[in-house]
């Protein structure tokens, strides 16, 4: 066991920090999607651990990691990022043909093509597998005819990641196949829908005998939900250092309000301070357990949804914990309110952390049955 | 005892209900707050039914306000008979059904409120704020500073001297503002010597009633998830069938009686007169604390219920919540409530118990 970096780490660390600092906050609002990563790519930060055939540098998973938790530190403007490169890149890697590894990986790495994720529709959420969009066989390809919502980044995408149904009357998970489809094609439309915080960045995009050429098949025919899955559980793999270094540049801020607020001497105030940090902690020494074991396995285990089920809760802890200082003057948003709503946004927004990437009770439903090998409900 | 609502109570409940989901359907709750949150329309229809009878007692307001949390309906009435219309009837002065609101919170940045006689007039100059409904009402009431204390003025609005800016919430059906006074007149409506606790009393009346619209609230929110559960399939089965939703609606429900016993409670002991006060204190405290609960509980039980629909903006649950929110910090903070009664719980160092002889 080594619960320090290793001095190539360090170094590497160290480099990358100088770097993010010297350029995130130019990014911050970062003008056109793509805009970040083609910044990364020019410095060598995209595609660590691709193998270096792909145009990637090779690394062990920990850099990986280590990147994820720098680049949330550093509050970098990622969003856009985890889908093509955290995604959509690795799943075409382990699936794509040589021509479709040639045509999207070294556009997805130097930011040229943004990617989004179509695969919720308003019949099937937590229940992905009752997928509807059907596309079918046509002379050069398919022809895609669906509904896909809450895909986010999808106004700013060139390219999806779509599942459909390719093989007329199969239910679940069976003929079901992963679609690249091009944003621009014919009959794609992209209506913005608007999130509860009343942010726009999720979408509705409603296909409608959307052309897909024959080569924009990734993986075989009627084998998608085994693609969809490994794209998901890259999702999971480093994700969870993400979102645990995100909570920590929360958890910083909420140390600034109480002292803001003149609250540090408030017994009941710092209980509450202090139990956040130990659940804090908990994720992100879990994380780097989680990280340890990828390297070894090469692939995230269902303990990885450990990960994304605590960081939900202890965020959304946090955020009523930090709204409640406030007092009376948390009714306010806007200029008017305290760091400009930052604390009132987030008391809002949190609530879809147990909703999004898989429900808290979906989450539960894996580790009750893949972990703890409990009977399976369903 | 007969801890049950009665004929008139129902009825009353009923009525108002109705005439709240006829001005009120969801569409109109949604195009309200996205507007500017103000509903004009509505307010004589309210008059006309009587919500702001002078006769009505307390148990009735409660129900007009469990309604009101239910439909969210976007009027001044809790203003006007929650806050104003104890201080006016302390006042002596006649209870007309014009909106109205007071103004007694400090701007959270600072700065208060005084108040000068000058050639036998008052005029009152700073700054009040989180006023709510202040752009509907029509009169004011404002606590300000004098050389003998704090006492309650009488203002117009508008008034020379007088701003009223809009400060943007959270709730946006329930709008506040901040009142700049400069020179503004105004008339002695409670004089120092008892002006804070008249003030107390307002704040405590206005703050049961919230205990009752939180629990509207609730039970709104709640009927939301549980037709959602009902509806929704997922692998096959409704939602509400899988023990996960289905516990969770339950322990919603649980939380959502508890305080709707304590609200109603809390509300008799206002109305009625053998009570000791410190009584009516704690059930005070204890509905707040217990509807505060069980209003964000139950929006925060039905966001997960319903999923990626109830993350959006035009699933109407949002709504419920920023006022669950609103009810959950407006005026005095729930560690207050539960100081007060942490304060009564262990003051003194109870008696062993005896053994029976
Ligand atoms: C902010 C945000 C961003 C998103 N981004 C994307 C994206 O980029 N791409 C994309 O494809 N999707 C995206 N989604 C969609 C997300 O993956 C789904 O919302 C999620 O999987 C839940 O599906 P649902 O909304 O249909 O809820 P439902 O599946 O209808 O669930 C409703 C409730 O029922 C519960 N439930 C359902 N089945 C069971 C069961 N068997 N046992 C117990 N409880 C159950 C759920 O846990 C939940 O509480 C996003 C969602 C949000 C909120």
């Known amino acids: 066991m080594r619960l320090r970096d290793t001095p190539e780490e360090a170094a590497f660390r160290a480099g990358l920090r100088a770097w993010l600092a010297e350029h995130v906050p130019r990014h911050r609002d970062a003008g056109a999607p793509g805009g970040w990563t083609k910044a990364l790519h020019a410095a060598g930060y995209t595609g660590l651990t691709w193998p270096a055939a792909y145009g990637g540098r090779g690394l062990p998973p920990t850099y990986q990691g280590i990147y994820a938790e720098e680049s949330a530190l550093a509050e970098a403007p990622e969003g856009v990022n985890v889908i093509g490169l955290g995604m959509v890149g690795p799943t075409i890697v382990s699936h794509g043909t040589p021509e479709q590894q040639k045509r999207f990986l070294e556009p997805i790495l130097s930011g040229e093509y943004v990617f989004c994720q179509g695969f919720s529709e308003p019949d099937a959420g937590s229940d992905l597998a009752a997928v509807r969009t059907r596309a079918t066989a046509t002379a050069g390809g398919w022809r895609v005819t669906g509904e896909k919502v809450w895909s986010s980044y999808a106004h700013q995408a060139d390219w999806c990641l779509l599942l459909a149904r390719t093989q007329p009357g199969s239910t679940a998970h069976t003929g079901l196949t992963c679609l690249l489809v091009d944003m621009r094609s014919p009959g794609v439309r992209v209506l913005p829908l608007r999130q509860a915080t009343g942010d726009s960045d999720f979408n509705q995009i409603v296909l409608t005998d959307v052309p897909v050429p024959r080569d924009c098949v990734l993986g075989p025919v009627g084998e998608g939900w085994r693609i969809a899955m490994t794209t998901l559980a890259h999702e999971r793999g480093t994700f969870g250092i993400t979102l645990t270094a995100r909570l920590a540049v929360e958890f910083d801020r909420l140390l600034r309000t109480v002292h803001d607020l003149g609250l540090a001497d408030d017994p009941a105030v710092r209980a509450e301070v202090a139990e956040l940090h130990v659940q804090l902690q908990g994720l992100r020494w879990t994380g780097h357990r989680t990280m340890a074991a990828l390297a070894r396995t090469g692939k995230p285990g269902p303990e990885s949804s450990i990960l994304k089920l605590h960081w939900s809760i202890t965020n959304q802890r946090l955020a009523a914990f930090a709204l409640r200082l406030l007092g009376p003057a948390a009714v306010l948003h806007g200029p008017d309110s305290h760091a400009a709503g930052h604390w009132q946004h987030l008391r809002l927004r949190s609530r879809a952390n147990s909703i999004e990437g898989g429900t808290s009770e979906i989450l539960r439903g894996i580790i009750a049955e893949r972990v703890l090998g409990l009977p399976r409900t369903r | ?357």
């Open chain 2, 1 to 357: 005892m007969d801890f049950a609502l009665t004929d008139e109570e129902r009825d009353l409940s009923a009525a108002a209900a109705r005439l709240l989901a006829d001005r009120y359907p969801v569409e109109r709750v949604a195009a309200l707050a996205d507007a500017d949150g103000v509903d004009p329309d509505t307010w004589p229809h309210l008059r006309r039914q009587g919500w702001c009878d002078p006769d009505l007692g307390m148990v009735e307001k409660g129900l007009l306000a469990q309604e009101g949390g239910y439909a969210l309906a976007a009027t001044p009435w809790w203003s006007t008979v929650g806050l104003a219309h104890p201080i006016h009837r302390a006042a002596g002065r006649e209870l007309t059904p014009d909106p109205l609101t007071v103004a007694w919170q400090d701007d959270p940045a600072g700065g208060g409120c005084h108040a000068v006689r000058q050639g036998g007039r008052w005029r009152l100059t700073g700054l009040r704020a989180l006023v709510t409904d202040a752009t509907s009402a029509t009169a004011l009431v404002v606590a300000a500073g004098t050389d003998a204390g704090l006492a309650l003025f009488a203002v117009a609005s508008p008034a020379d001297g007088l701003t009223v800016e809009p400060q943007p919430t959270l709730d946006r059906l329930r709008g506040a503002a901040r009142l700049r006074f400069a020179d503004t007149p105004g008339e002695l409506l409670v004089a120092p010597d008892s002006a804070g606790r008249i003030l107390a009393q307002a704040r405590r009346h206005a703050g049961t009633l919230l205990a009752c619209e939180a629990v509207g609230v609730a039970r709104r929110a709640l009927e939301l998830a549980r037709r959602h559960a009902g509806d929704r399939v997922q692998f096959g089965r409704p939602i509400g069938a899988y023990q996960a939703v289905a516990h969770r609606l339950a322990d919603s429900y649980v939380t959502l009686e508890l305080a709707t016993s304590l609200a109603l409670r809390a509300c008799w002991l206002a109305g009625a007169d053998d009570t000791e006060p410190a009584e009516v204190a704690h059930a005070h405290a204890e509905a707040v604390v217990a509807g505060r609960q069980a209003a964000v509980r139950a929006c925060e039980d039905a966001l997960q219920v319903t999923g990626g629909l109830g993350a959006t903006w035009e699933y109407p649950l949002h709504w419920w919540y920023r006022r669950a929110l609103w009810l959950d910090s407006f005026d005095t903070p729930t560690g207050g409530h539960l100081a007060t009664l942490a304060d009564h719980l262990l003051a003194g160092r109870p008696e062993p118990a005896r053994p029976t002889a």
